[in-house]
């Protein structure tokens, strides 16, 4: 877990990388590629029939210089001829001189007008005089605002030139099941020398992934009958706050609040999953547990996984709990070295009582006085380190509340966490929401009619994409950037409209966000970025184009995006339907506006090994493991147990059992 700056990055481009969730050596090296393009194979420029990314090994005949432009004139061994261009690349005139020999791998673009075909790549993704280094398997990550691919990579090189070469499994394991090594797993992902060879390495990740998985999970069920030493017995200010809200709690609060408080009262470690419909309250939940710890004299940590949501609970917490005496403070990476120096002090001095943050809570710097209770908002985008991480800031006992607006069948939360967790659904909506009325069309103009008609009451609309940009495999797939251009000929002068992507940094973003949030937008294009932690009550209308893009899960949380005031609010599922798939999950969105009942047809449209998703890290993945993979889960929690038994054994993976 070394610092990045041990790899001598300038700190703007740490900033970058943190805006990928890279902190550390460790995480820049288990970043892996998206995808990968075979280019091992040269392939004649006569036998390129259609467009695809090719290798072509050409001596350069001819170097044309215009104004940001550089063309490459290059024939094959069988003097077929093609042109490589460089735009805006003119640094790369130095490198080739005639009669020189190269490897080009990239995009050939085909050109045929039934008398002729020409052939013609552009800014290949590798150009090289050493042949055999250039004939290889390219991967390809997903991309870092600001920061080139090349120095990207560059990067990665840094961090495996330095990474640690031990082996945290036993070598009796890796023997009994067959896995590559942990230093060539992921080497092999990074500079693969086959496609066999990176299948290998994922299956080793795969396997670590449910190892570390069940071993955590293992440990949680060997202390869940722990005893804590943070007993709360004064509920003082929590009447107080009841009497102060300008609304009652619902049933499905109450009875969340009664659970947990009766283990707090008793002294039993809580350890609570709470699962709550999109605008169900699962915030203000928190927040009375929050209330309960200060109101003993014990502190406590609020986690989210985004800026904007941290932002977002950081104001409500603070105009709640404040005015009642508590101490509330907010730390994220963006927050300035003097301000975060002088929070880090308060923390330790006892001098806050509630911090609300992103994982820069879970910094190595963060020391708490007496930290008491942890709460892990949308806890399934956190990965087991990152929530074991905050654990460790507290001794042993601390409470810990994990909650999730993504519900999910009860039986599939058992196979996540084991029976070591409470799970407390809360199912009651606040009073006075009117259910959000679903529809789909695939006519823009007359979704664009419904937000017009909705903006000219004053209120506001969300539009979401799959993509930021257009794809030329997906010309289906109306893309952020193509939607903006034609919203706004749409509307023209009669909406204020932005948009944000994940190309921005979370300063933008939250900017953009927070203009909107104060009406100085009518209209914002976003991709699944606004999917938690958007809070706008004015916000009517949400336009999802290519929902069949996305899963059910996912729709219904956008979905939660309006719905929030007292208006009437709408949701438009913009899809062709063009498969009986698409046709029923759409279906589903438009029949029912419960999460829980969605999270059930989810599991049964998808089937429980694709119920999860595929994200690289968190719950979501390691379950849908566990599902894919029963026989290897269940003979890899018989190793855990035997493990457990043997402290010589055990000894051996200390740094899974401390972390």
């Known amino acids: 877990m070394e610092d990045l700056n041990l790899l001598n990055i300038p700190n703007n481009k740490i900033k970058q990388l943190n805006s990928k969730n890279i902190f550390t050596i460790s995480d820049l090296i288990n970043f892996y590629p998206r995808k990968y393009y075979d280019f091992k194979k040269n392939t004649y420029i006569k036998d390129i029939k259609e467009n695809g990314y090719y290798s072509i090994i050409g001596t350069v005949k001819e170097v044309v210089e215009k104004p940001k432009l550089i063309i490459i004139k290059i024939q094959d061994d069988i003097n077929w001829n093609m042109n490589i261009s460089f735009f805006g690349m003119n640094f790369v005139k130095e490198f080739f001189k005639v009669n020189d020999k190269f490897v080009f791998c990239g995009n050939v673009n085909v050109n045929d007008n039934g008398n002729y075909t020409n052939r013609s790549m552009s800014n290949p993704l590798i150009y090289s005089s050493k042949i055999k280094d250039g004939l290889r398997i390219l991967p390809v990550y997903s991309k870092i605002n600001g920061m080139s691919s090349d120095y990207f990579l560059k990067c990665i090189n840094s961090g495996l030139a330095v990474m640690n070469k031990e082996d945290y499994l036993e070598q009796k394991l890796v023997s009994k099941y067959k896995l590559m090594s942990n230093q060539k797993r992921i080497w092999a992902l990074h500079n693969p020398s086959s496609f066999k060879e990176i299948e290998e390495a ?254 000219d009451k004053g209120r506001q609309c969300y539009v979401v994409c799959p993509f930021i940009e257009d794809n030329e495999d997906l010309s289906d797939v109306e893309s952020l950037e193509t939607a903006f251009k034609n919203i706004k000929s749409y509307f023209k002068n009669s909406a204020k409209i932005a948009m944000i992507s994940g190309n921005m940094s979370k300063d933008e973003i939250s900017l953009e966000l927070n203009k909107f949030k104060n009406k100085e937008y009518d209209i914002i294009l976003a991709t699944t970025i606004i999917e938690v932690g958007v809070n706008v009550p004015n916000a009517t209308v949400i336009l999802v184009k290519n929902a069949d893009r996305f899963g059910l899960a996912q729709l219904h949380q956008l979905r939660g995006r309006v719905g929030r005031g007292v208006y009437q609010s709408y949701c438009i599922l913009q899809s062709e339907l063009k498969t009986d798939f698409a046709r029923e999950k759409i279906n589903a969105m438009c029949e029912t506006t419960d999460g829980f009942k969605i999270a059930i047809k989810d599991l049964e449209l998808r089937g429980a090994g694709d119920f999860i998703g595929n994200s690289q890290s968190g719950f979501n993945n390691y379950v849908e493991l566990m599902i894919a993979n029963p026989k290897l889960n269940e003979s890899i929690k018989n190793d855990i147990k035997e493990i457990y038994n043997s402290p010589g054994r055990l000894n051996h993976y200390k740094s899974l059992y401390l972390n």
Request: positive net charge; glycine residues 4%.
């Open 202 to 455: 994922k299956k080793r990740c795969e396997f670590d992934d449910l190892f570390k998985f069940n071993f955590n999970l293992y440990k949680k069920e060997k202390t869940k009958k722990d005893k804590s030493s943070f007993v709360m017995t004064n509920f003082d200010k929590s009447r107080e706050l009841i009497n102060n809200l300008p609304f009652d709690l619902t049933e499905g609060q109450r009875t969340a609040l009664r659970k947990m408080s009766i283990s707090l009262k008793r002294g039993d470690r809580l350890n609570a999953l709470v699962q709550a419909d999109v605008g169900a309250g699962k915030t203000i939940v928190a927040i009375f547990l929050m209330l309960i710890a200060c109101n003993n004299g014990f502190q406590s940590a609020l986690m989210c996984p985004t800026t904007v949501l941290a932002e977002q609970h950081y104001e409500e917490v603070k105009a709640k709990l404040e005015p009642l005496g508590v101490r509330v403070a907010y730390l994220s990476s963006t927050i300035k070295k003097r301000e975060k120096n002088k929070i880090l002090k308060q923390l330790r001095n006892n001098e806050i009582d509630i911090i609300v943050g992103t994982h820069a809570i879970i910094s190595k710097d963060v020391v708490f006085n007496n930290l008491s209770l942890i709460v892990v908002d949308e806890e399934h985008r956190f990965g087991v380190a990152q929530r074991e991480a905050l654990v460790d800031k507290s001794k042993a006992g601390v409470h810990s509340v994990s909650m999730s607006a993504t519900p999910i069948p009860r039986s599939l939360a058992l196979t996540m966490y084991g029976d070591s967790i409470e799970i407390i659904d809360i199912k009651s909506m606040p009073n006075g929401r009117l259910p959000i009325k679903t529809s789909t069309t695939n006519n823009d103009k007359e979704a664009y009619r419904l937000m017009k008609s909705e903006i």
